[in-house]
């Protein structure tokens, strides 16, 4: 058995308008566990969604960006950012260093409301779920024009994920979400 060393940088790139995921450790590795580098561009948020089964890390390597990894005193359908746990958890904005484990079944998102990239290290066991639907929201994210929702939908239920608020990326609207961030400072 072998292991793996990966130089900085290195791995497989699936480049989008939306992400760039590099493939670190998978499946095809040996590897029960999927690890990814991520840059995350501002504007993007994930939206709201949940795992059956899927555990997910994120650590922040550079930048800042807004987690969330609770349930909330109540689900809103369109967005996120002002959810607040029956504990008084709110939505986190997380910098260099900044780490969130998501166990099944926990509602979790992440957005990068400033107008610079974020990269994060991320890991979803079990492998390869995650691989597949990166491959997969590549493909959707090529169509080019807007988010077809709808096809993002499909593909998340075929992939343990129910999302609770839509998937967006709009680079224009990154100055809205970082002054709101800032109203929450």
């Known amino acids: ?3 793996l060393i990966l130089p900085p940088g290195q791995g497989r790139k699936l480049i989008t308008k939306a992400q ?3 493939f670190k450790a998978t499946e095809a590795h040996g590897s029960s566990i999927s690890v990814f580098e991520v840059l995350v561009p501002p504007g993007f948020d994930v939206g709201a969604h949940v795992h059956g089964d899927a555990q997910e890390f994120f650590y922040v390597l550079e930048g800042e960006l807004e987690l969330l ?18 504990n008084g958890d709110e939505v986190v904005r997380a910098t260099e260093g900044a780490f969130m484990f998501v ?4 509602p979790h998102a992440f957005r ?3 107008d610079k990239p974020a990269r994060m290290l991320f890991q979803c066991l079990p492998s390869p779920v995650h691989e597949l639907y990166f491959e997969e929201i590549a493909e959707i994210w090529s169509a080019g ?10 593909m998340r239920r075929r992939y343990d994920v129910s999302q609770i608020t839509p ?3 709009d680079p224009s609207t990154r100055a809205d979400a970082q002054s709101a961030t800032a109203r929450k400072a």
């Open 20 to 22: 760039e995921v590099t």
């Open 1 to 3: 058995m072998t292991g």
């Open 69 to 86: 990894a609770f349930e909330p005193v109540e689900r809103t359908a369109e967005n996120w950012h002002e959810w607040r746990s029956p």
């Open 103 to 106: 166990p099944p079944g926990t």
């Open 112 to 114: 990068n409301a400033s």
């Open 167 to 169: 998937l967006r990326y």
């Open 145 to 154: 024009g807007s988010i077809d929702q709808e096809a993002i939908e499909d």
